[in-house]
Nanobody
Framework: QVQFVESGGGLVQPGGSLRLSCAAFGFTFSSYGMSWYRQAPGKERELVASISGAGGSTNYADSVKGRFTISRDNFKNTVFLQMNSLKPEDTAVYYC?????????????WGQGTQVTVSS
C-alpha cells in the first residue's frame, strides 16, 4: 500500500526558511520521478519543483527558482524541498507527488499535504 509521510511545514516569517520532507512507502521509490506541488486558497494546484528518479535532473517553477531546492535520498525513500527566502505568496498546502511508468501505464501517487504559512 502506497503511503507518504510529509513533515516540515509550519508558520515562518518572510525571509525565513523551511525544509519539507516526504517519506514514501509501498513502491519502488527510485523508479519514480518525484515532485512538490502547492495549492493556495482559491487557486489551482501548481507544480513547484520536480526531480528525476536518480536525482540527476531537476526543474523548478519560475516563481521559486534560486530560492527552493528539491533533492532526494533513495536509500531513505525520501524527497525534500528546501525553501529559503520565503515570501507571503509561498503560503499554500504543499503536496508531494510520485509518477512512474510501467510500459505505457502511468502510476501516480499523492501525499496528504502539509501547510506552509509565511506571515509576520
Amino acid at each position: 500500500q502506497v503511503q507518504f509521510v510529509e513533515s516540515g511545514g509550519g508558520l515562518v516569517q518572510p525571509g525565513g526558511s523551511l525544509r519539507l520532507s516526504c517519506a514514501a512507502f509501498g513502491f519502488t521509490f527510485s523508479s519514480y520521478g518525484m515532485s512538490w506541488y502547492r495549492q493556495a486558497p482559491g487557486k489551482e494546484r501548481e507544480l513547484v519543483a520536480s526531480i528525476s528518479g536518480a536525482g540527476g535532473s531537476t526543474n523548478y517553477a519560475d516563481s521559486v527558482k534560486g530560492r527552493f531546492t528539491i533533492s532526494r535520498d533513495n536509500f531513505k525513500n525520501t524527497v525534500f524541498l528546501q525553501m529559503n527566502s520565503l515570501k507571503p505568496e509561498d503560503t499554500a498546502v504543499y503536496y508531494c507527488n510520485a509518477v512512474g511508468y510501467r510500459l505505457t501505464q502511468k502510476f501516480e501517487h499523492w501525499g496528504q499535504g502539509t501547510q506552509v504559512t509565511v506571515s509576520s
